[in-house]
């Protein structure tokens, strides 16, 4: 059983940092790309970032390019997603998705976090 739960999020002013964590339970962790994806409210999911099972790869969506930083601690069972420079339409739900295959994420068979906030004020 995999369980995994974000945590980091809240409010900041625009141009400030906040630091998403999270942590995963099961043993396929180690050997499973994770990203990180994030939904505002009348908007469809969106991906942000992601990172290869062993953090030899990261990918990014355009509009966090620069200003996120995805990376991983196998050994924690743990996922990071630094935000610097935040923007207010960075206002979202995260989410973290853990996939099945040691390079993507895929969506549609991925496991879950339940999601954390994240509120940039202008």
């Known amino acids: 059983q995999v369980q995994l739960v974000e945590s980091g999020g809240g409010l900041v002013q625009a141009g400030g940092s906040l630091r998403l964590s999270c942590a995963a339970t099961?043993?396929?962790?180690?050997?499973?790309?994770v990203g990180w994806f994030r939904q505002s409210a009348g908007t469809e999911r969106e991906f942000v970032a992601s990172?290869?099972?062993?953090?030899?790869?990261?990918d990014y969506a355009d509009s966090v390019m620069g200003r996120f930083t995805i990376s991983r601690d196998n050994a924690k069972n743990s996922v990071f997603l630094q935000m610097n420079s935040l923007k207010p339409e960075d206002t979202a739900v995260y989410y973290c998705?853990?996939?099945?295959?040691?390079?993507?994420?895929?969506?549609?068979?991925?496991?879950w976090g339940q999601g954390t906030q994240v509120t940039v004020s202008s």
């Open positions: 099961g043993r396929t962790f180690s050997w499973s790309a």
């Open positions: 990172i290869s099972w062993n953090g030899g790869s990261t």
């Open positions: 998705a853990l996939g099945r295959q040691s390079h993507r994420v895929g969506v549609d068979d991925a496991y």
